[in-house]
T-cell receptor, first 113, second 114 residues
Framework: KAGVTQTPRYLIKTRGQQVTLSCSPI?????VSWYQQTPGQGLQFLFE???????NKGNFPGRFSGRQFSNSRSEMNVSTLELGDSALYLC????????????FGPGTRLLVL | AQSVSQHNHHVILSEAASLELGCNYS??????LFWYVQYPGQHLQLLLK??????LVKGIKGFEAEFIKSKFSFNLRKPSVQWSDTAEYFC????????????FGAGTILRVKS
């Protein structure tokens, strides 16, 4: 089975711009979660989508949003970028069996200048 | 809020030495526990997981972890490390009643000297 894929892998933006990141889950997985990884804060949960609905949300400002499509693919959007948004954004997918293991993609490295 | 503590941020070992990385979490209810590894330049990979049953779980590449409920701990062990084990190791907890959300520890960077 193909793993979780994320596009683009690298992105450079300037402050004030917005960005959209994409994630394709493992085939058959219907839950997609997003995490932010930074040297200072480590790995932090952003949100989770299941069947096109946001099921859980972390403590991030409203500038961070996401959505999930009927094929389980997910996108996350960050509006009005700030320097502190520079991070590795990780997507993880899982199969809703009740004992869910999240499998991670390679991430999108975002640099905000 | 639940939290996860990893005791050491950096560990340096020689090849063939034994490894134990500590992980403690702060939640009194039912949890699912994970160890993930991030090799240099690679993405997060699952090493092992605990949901229920035997508290001693075995994972890939000779790693194992023991869940001790009374100590809220899930320590990772390997009897003999190799240079290829150089990586960053993350302990993570999922409190199922809070949904499918992983709370990660800060990570432990392991360097194995050949």
């Amino acid at each position: 089975k193909a793993g979780v894929t994320q596009t683009p892998r690298y992105l450079i933006k300037t402050r004030g711009q917005q960005v959209t990141l994409s994630c394709s889950p493992i085939s058959g997985h219907r839950s997609v979660s997003w995490y932010q990884q930074t040297p200072g804060q480590g790995l932090q949960f952003l949100f989770e989508y299941f069947s096109e609905t946001q099921r859980n949300k972390g403590n991030f400002p409203g500038r961070f949003s996401g959505r999930q499509f009927s094929n389980s693919r997910s996108e996350m959007n960050v509006s009005t970028l700030e320097l502190g948004d520079s991070a590795l954004y990780l997507c993880a997918s899982s199969h809703p069996t009740g004992e869910e293991t999240q499998y991670f993609g390679p991430g999108t490295r975002l640099l905000v200048l | 809020a639940q939290s996860v503590s990893q005791h050491n941020h950096h560990v340096i070992l020689s090849e063939a030495a034994s490894l134990e990385l500590g992980c403690n979490y702060s939640y009194g209810g039912t949890v699912n526990l994970f160890w993930y590894v991030q090799y240099p330049g690679q993405h997060l990979q699952l090493l092992l997981k605990y949901f229920s049953g035997d508290p001693l779980v075995k994972g890939i590449k000779g790693f194992e972890a023991e869940f001790i409920k009374s100590k809220f701990s899930f320590n990772l062990r390997k009897p003999s490390v190799q240079w290829s084990d150089t990586a960053e190791y993350f302990c993570a907890v999922n409190v199922w009643e809070y949904g499918n959300k992983l709370v990660f520890g800060a990570g432990t960077i392991l360097r194995v000297k050949s």
